[in-house]
């Protein structure tokens, strides 16, 4: 698990999130004793990652006395996401049992998340004007995990370049993925012409859509 954002972060942050991973919720005299370093020490990382968004904190009033409020610190979504999760893996697994990458069971599921996804981006699209209407799709496909952007050329038209793959272990198994990301593109911008001009699949570092404008 090198490869994992988790191990981007400095030795003690992670030891912090790995514990609180492992443990729940804690607070900093808990966090210290764990990882033997002192609590005004401790208090500075927790700070730290909490400036970040991975740590979020609880108050709760001192037991007795009149002591200061003890903040228990537990994981933020976004840290959870350092953690490394296998749901493509599973998926890939899963639409074997439906037949592989020649059945079409599994055709008939991509089939549907298309039209999932295009019913959900037309009302979104409608009367709008062609560049509008790119800058909204665009949108929607950063919503859905792809890092995207639009780039308007001289000619009139777009570059949507997608920086990720939100289903890249699936795409790599099934092919019905990228033709189903192509077909969404295409239909969600009725009348436009859509060229596929990187891809990931091909070697390319992004996938990528030239879009000209209806009538072009």
């Not at 700070?47 to 970040?52: C, F, G, K, N, T």
């Not at 749901?87 to 298309?114: I, K, N, S, W």
């Not at 790599?172 to 239909?187: K, N, P, T, Y």
Request: with cysteine; charged share 20%; proline share 5%.
């Amino acid at each position: 698990m090198t490869d994992s954002p988790l191990h981007t972060l400095p030795t003690t942050r992670r030891a912090i999130l790995n514990l609180i991973k492992r443990q729940g919720p804690l607070n900093p005299s808990e966090v210290a004793t764990a990882l033997s370093l002192t609590t005004a020490a401790i208090r500075l990382q927790l700070a730290h990652l909490e400036q970040d968004g991975l740590l979020e904190h609880t108050a709760a009033a001192a037991g007795q006395g009149r002591g200061r409020p003890r903040h228990t610190y537990q994981l933020t979504s976004s840290a959870e996401g350092l953690f490394p999760k296998r749901y493509g893996d599973l998926t890939t697994e899963l639409l074997g049992y439906l037949g592989g990458p020649d059945g079409a069971q599994v055709d008939a599921l991509f089939e549907q998340r298309r039209q999932r996804r295009v019913d959900g981006a037309l009302p979104r699209l409608s009367n709008l004007s062609f560049d509008q209407q790119v800058a909204a799709l665009t949108e929607i496909l950063d919503e859905d995990g792809y890092l995207a952007e639009a780039e308007r050329l001289d000619d009139g038209s777009w570059r949507i370049t997608e920086h990720n793959c939100a289903i890249l272990t699936v795409a790599h198994g099934f092919s019905q993925a990228c033709s189903s990301e192509l077909s969404f593109i295409r239909q969600a911008l009725p009348g436009a012409k859509v060229e596929r001009v990187a891809h990931l699949m091909d070697g390319a570092h992004v996938c990528a859509y030239l879009v000209s404008p209806p009538g072009s």
